[in-house]
């Protein structure tokens, strides 16, 4: 109570908050505590200038430490490089606090992290206080009918933690849900099914076979497949590498279960294009 408003995107504020959030849990894979927590901050003391030090003012910190790991020094240097990452193959791909530090950036904002091995990280956040009239959203519904559906999605993503969150949600929402980690376990569901598969959603970049590839293939099984790529990496710059058309359905990574759904159902509700018709099909009036 009592937070002063802030300008800024509420969706970018919500993606620094999962990738945060995101690299806290992989920072304590035996478990540990997360905290997230707002601030009025006065004026913040300048005795020892360091890397992040904002000037006196008027700001609203916005909080998230963990109890996991830690950084060395080293590691803290290139924190906010892009594709810089500490994790494995698949794990990551080096964005996330690069991703945070634009946005935060862009916002206006400061950004300042304190970490030691085996102490813990905290990440503060500072945004300049608005002076602007603040405006109270709606409180959205537990569950959005609008966004179930019995539809058949195909979920192909080789990212474990991705994947989960992705069937889940969809399930939940009533959908049935057909699963692969990879475009050649994909291609082996696709064989033995013999339904409807209306809409595929699939990771860009992958070992082996990229989305693309993968959605080009499936399209030989289910003609009508509509497609939704996600993806860690930009949306611009992976169509300068060839894989996505600029006119592409995309989703960034990370991404809530309320816009997946949200995405998934606007798809799913463009009604399909009529196929033109052939010499074959045409009445004799025609």
């Known amino acids: 109570a009592g937070i002063w408003p802030v300008l800024c995107d509420s969706g970018q504020i919500e993606q620094v908050l999962l990738n945060?959030?995101?690299n806290a849990r992989d920072a304590m894979p035996i478990g540990g505590r997360l905290t997230i927590e707002t601030r009025n901050v006065q004026s913040v003391p300048l005795e020892?200038?360091?890397p992040g030090e904002v000037e006196p003012g008027e700001w609203?910190?916005?909080l998230v430490r963990d109890s996991?790991?830690?950084m060395s020094p080293e590691v803290k240097a290139h924190l906010f490089e892009p594709f810089f990452t500490t994790k494995g193959p698949g794990e990551g791909t080096g964005l996330g606090l690069a991703t945070v530090h634009g946005i935060v950036a862009q916002s206006g904002g400061r950004l300042r992290v304190e970490s030691e091995p085996g102490e813990g990280t905290t990440f503060e956040i500072y945004f300049p206080r608005s002076r602007a009239q603040a405006t109270k959203a709606a409180t959205p519904p537990m569950i959005d009918t609008k966004t179930s559906g019995t539809e058949t999605i195909f979920v192909v993503e080789d990212d474990h933690h991705v994947r989960d969150v992705t069937v889940r949600s969809l399930r939940a929402a009533g959908y049935r849900?057909?699963?692969a980690g990879n475009g050649r376990e994909a291609f082996k569901i696709a064989a033995g099914e013999t339904g409807r598969v209306h809409l595929l959603v699939t990771d860009v970049?992958?070992?082996?076979l990229d989305g693309r590839a993968v959605a080009d293939r499936l399209r030989l099984h289910f003609p009508d497949l509509r497609v939704l790529f996600v993806s860690g990496y930009a949306k611009d710059a992976i169509a300068r590498h060839g894989v996505l058309d600029p006119e592409i359905e995309f989703l960034a990574k990370p991404f809530t279960p309320a816009s997946l759904l949200a995405r998934?159902?606007?798809l799913l509700d463009v009604p399909l294009p009529r196929p033109r018709p052939t010499s074959a099909t045409r009445s004799?009036?025609?």
Not at 205 to 208: A, I, L, Q, S, W
């Open 205 to 208: 970049v992958m070992p082996e």
């Open 284 to 286: 004799p009036s025609a």
């Open 177 to 179: 849900v057909l699963l």
């Open 20 to 22: 945060l959030a995101v």
């Open 264 to 266: 998934v159902r606007s």
């Open 48 to 50: 020892a200038p360091r």
């Open 60 to 62: 609203v910190r916005l």
């Open 68 to 70: 996991g790991c830690g």
